[in-house]
């Protein structure tokens, strides 16, 4: 089975071409190095480029292809929000779009599509984002299921190890405690996450069970 992964340098993308690299062609693509042990396929360019894209898409040949690639700097998202709903919004439909409609499109969206004002959210509850970035991931959403016949929409919030390039929410809280560095967090901010190497598991049994539609993929503790 060829794997096409977008955004495979980052923390969820490594790790899913780490496990699925071990059975099947993986084929990445990402702005960064690769940094993994096991050597893959890689693309380096900008995904709004439709050559760059296209040259991406006819080397892997996917079969399955897993969107990580995403803009997910909240600030960032909330000063420039045309740009936030471009990359998770507009560019995950015209990746969709150029598939073959036999490809199966794995969505790797957020749990910031909800208000957040009741826990333990389902997948049959109406989204209703407060934020920019969590009103671009479900602009992505809407063009997942509009443009891919196959698709499989994660909605989760996962955490991790990095390789160093760039550190984790994890890795910086870490640091901090560490470190002894004061840092300012929230006492009315919930939500329910699992460790990366358990997320990319469940992926694997989503695909291996040809599951289909909209899954929220979450740790079992509401922290």
């Not at 890689?42 to 690639?69: K, N, Q, S, T, Y």
């Not at 700097?73 to 015209?94: I, M």
């Not at 909209?214 to 922290?223: D, K, L, M, T």
Request: include cysteine; proline fraction near 4%.
């Amino acid at each position: 089975m060829n794997v096409a992964i977008t955004g495979v340098c980052g923390l969820l993308g490594a790790h899913l071409a780490a496990s699925f690299s071990a059975r099947h062609r993986v084929v990445g693509f990402d702005r960064h190095p690769w940094w993994g042990t096991r050597m893959i396929d890689l693309h380096h360019g900008d995904l709004a480029d439709a050559e760059v894209r296209e040259r991406f898409l006819v080397d892997a040949a996917p079969d399955v292809l897993i969107h990580c690639a995403a803009m997910v700097n909240v600030d960032a998202c909330e000063d420039q929000p045309q740009e936030a709903l471009f990359v998770n919004g507009t560019l995950t439909g015209l990746l969709a779009r150029e598939l073959p409609r036999s490809c199966t499109f794995v969505y790797i969206t957020t749990d910031g599509i909800f208000r957040g004002d009741e826990p333990m959210r389902t997948e049959a509850d109406v989204p209703c984002p407060r934020t920019v970035y969590g009103r671009s991931k479900l602009h992505g959403e809407w063009e997942a299921m509009l443009c891919a016949p196959e698709h499989l929409i994660v909605r989760t919030n996962f955490y991790g190890w990095s390789s160093g390039v760039k550190a984790s929410s994890a890795e910086w809280l870490h640091d901090s405690l560490r470190d002894r560095r004061p840092f300012t967090l929230f006492d009315d901010f919930w939500f329910t996450p699992i460790y990366v190497t358990d997320l990319v598991q469940r992926i694997h049994a989503l695909l291996d069970r040809a599951a289909r539609g909209i899954f929220n993929v979450a740790g079992g503790q509401r922290v």
